[in-house]
């Protein structure tokens, strides 16, 4: 595993994780938010967190699509679930939440799985080329 | 007759995100190496060569669905129930889904890692 998989990898994770947990501290700004008062949920936008958590799955996403472009999905995919693992992280050292003892083996059992995928080959050799007559097109 | 609502919601739900995933790979695969096409031609050609892939629009619409879905299956039942289920059966249904239409190498190696990560996620909830 080269550096560039470890810095794609790595983006997906933490700005999977690092998204999820600023929404919640935007939401935890904005409150209760009750259907019969939805138009009370855009206010989450005016509050910094929610800004940042909407950054961070901005760069998830095209971190996610830059590995999809030269990697299986099948080697990708748990690069996302890495991002529970930030979350379940952040959650008990930012937001102060409690970790059940099950919830650590799941953060164990998926660190396993990645560990486990990233030691093999990252791309399955097909005879399907690029379109290259598009990507002249941008040229 | 309320579980098997539920349970057909999470299924729509895992399809259409699994699809919807298997669709993105498959346009990207297309695009080509995005570092490389964003360092000769820069950012926003890299996003307007993305976006007029037929596979990403139609992945980008699956996984809207899969949204709706989860929306619903939220109401329906308990989000212990249905953010569990329906994360970790993705997992399976995208490792199916990649091997039989992308023709990607599902080794031993992946199917373990794919069942680690699903037991995992779905702890995750506990």
């Known amino acids: 595993m080269n550096f560039r998989k470890v810095l794609i990898y790595g983006a997906i994770a933490c700005c999977n994780g690092m998204g999820d947990v600023m929404l919640k501290r935007g939401m935890m700004d904005v409150g209760t938010v009750h259907l019969s008062h939805w138009q009370h949920v855009f206010t989450a936008f005016l509050s910094p967190w929610t800004i940042l958590g909407i950054c961070c799955l901005a760069g998830f996403f095209y971190s996610y699509l830059t590995a999809l472009s030269w990697a299986d999905l099948t080697y990708v995919l748990p690069a996302t679930a890495l991002g529970y693992v930030v979350t379940a992280v952040l959650s008990k050292y930012f937001l102060h939440e409690y970790i059940s003892v099950w919830r650590w083996t799941g953060v164990l059992l998926i660190s396993a799985g990645v560990g486990l995928v990233t030691r093999g080959p990252s791309v399955t050799h097909q005879h399907v080329p690029p379109v290259r007559e598009e990507q002249h097109e941008l040229a | ?126």
């Open chain 2, 1 to 126: 007759m309320n579980a098997v609502r539920l349970w057909t919601a999470i299924g729509v739900l895992v399809l259409s995100s699994s699809t919807g995933d298997v669709l993105l790979s498959a346009a990207m695969k297309r695009v080509g190496d995005m570092d490389a096409l964003r360092r000769r031609h820069g950012l926003f050609a890299v996003i307007a060569r993305v976006i007029r892939e037929k596979y990403f629009l139609s992945g980008l619409v699956c996984l809207i669905f899969s949204f709706f879905c989860l929306l619903t299956a939220l109401s329906w039942g308990e989000v212990s129930l249905v953010a569990p289920a329906s994360a970790s059966l993705t997992y399976i249904c995208s490792v199916l889904l990649a091997k039989f239409f992308l023709k990607e190498n599902v080794d031993h190696r992946r199917w373990i890692a794919a069942a680690l990560v699903c037991v995992g996620v779905a702890l995750l909830a506990k």
